[in-house]
């Protein structure tokens, strides 16, 4: 099974920018569609964003659309995700995944089988 580091996080004010980095080991990431989810205090884990195996396709919760830009890049076994214009709501740990089942929707967490450990993102207001 792949496993998967993320890094990147911080804190920043609100307008800034941060990049999220994933980086895959054990496994290579070509084959794999990845995906971004963001878990807040006191919620649920949420998607974020995916990117399809051959980085062609990406799909981006409402929410996000038009701040932030997931890819990847497979020669280097990693994804990213770059964050613009943050708000205060986008503050929660970041987690990277590997889908390994597909029920049909680019957001089931339930067809994500490898996780990161998470990275923290703090927007300040």
């Known amino acids: 099974q792949v496993q998967l580091v993320e890094s990147g996080g911080g804190l920043v004010q609100a307008g800034g920018s941060l990049r999220l980095s994933c980086a895959a080991s054990g496994r290579s990431l070509n084959t794999y569609t990845m995906a971004w989810f963001r878990q807040a205090p006191g919620k649920e884990r949420e998607f974020v964003a995916a990117v399809t195996s051959n980085g062609i396709s990406t799909y981006y919760t409402d929410s996000v659309k038009g701040r932030f830009t997931i890819s990847r890049d497979n020669a280097k076994n990693t994804m990213y995700l770059q964050m613009n214009s943050l708000k205060p709501e986008d503050t929660a740990v970041y987690y990277c995944?590997?889908?390994?089942?597909?029920?049909?929707?680019?957001?089931?967490?339930?067809?994500?089988?490898?996780w990161g450990q998470g990275t923290q993102v703090t927007v300040s207001s």
């Open positions: 995944a590997a889908r390994t089942y597909y029920s049909g929707s680019y957001s089931s967490i339930s067809d994500f089988g490898s």
